[in-house]
């Protein structure tokens, strides 16, 4: 991948962009969102783009087991597991979005991201409150009803309460 692709302002590369450059992009991708010597920009980057390699035109990251895990829904697991519990200073919150997004994005399907997802929703940032009432929502499991009604009760940002008000929503409809 042309490091170039990944340095645009305020855009993120299309899947086209990025396999100009590579024909098999997904290690290089998971190691620039990974690698704490890669231009922050460029890992944010490379973590938002990864779960545009899991869709139906390629193999699909949805049917893997968590015995077998599927590289990009692996490396989206590593960003968001490489913020410490106690970072809070702003790269560390970006990055957590960036991978909780992405997760959610990547549409696994596996109860294993809903219970990494799920201690989020009680996060100090709101911003990570609500990407993961987001994300929750795109996993599409109804396991998270349970932990996303309990935190509505609790949450006290509007946005946030209409995020997780309309995962709930959402979910009722994958449980049908």
Known sequence: IELHTLTLMDTLPTRGQIMAFAADPVPRLANLALSEGTDFGVRL????????????SVPTCKDDSDADMHP?????????????ADDRDGKSLLRLRAGI???GA??????????????FLGHA?????????HALRDLCIASAETA????????PVAQVRLAISAALGELEQCSQ
């Open 45 to 56: 980057r490379a973590t938002r783009a990864l779960p545009q390699f899991c869709s139906a």
């Open 72 to 84: 990009i829904r692996a490396a989206v697991r590593d960003v968001i597991t490489s913020v410490g």
């Open 101 to 103: 997004e992405a997760l």
């Open 106 to 119: 990547i549409q696994s399907g596996e109860q294993s991201d809903v219970d990494l997802l799920i201690p």
């Open 125 to 133: 940032s709101r911003d990570i409150r609500f990407a993961t009432a």
């Open 148 to 155: 996303l009604r309990n935190r509505y009760e609790d949450e």
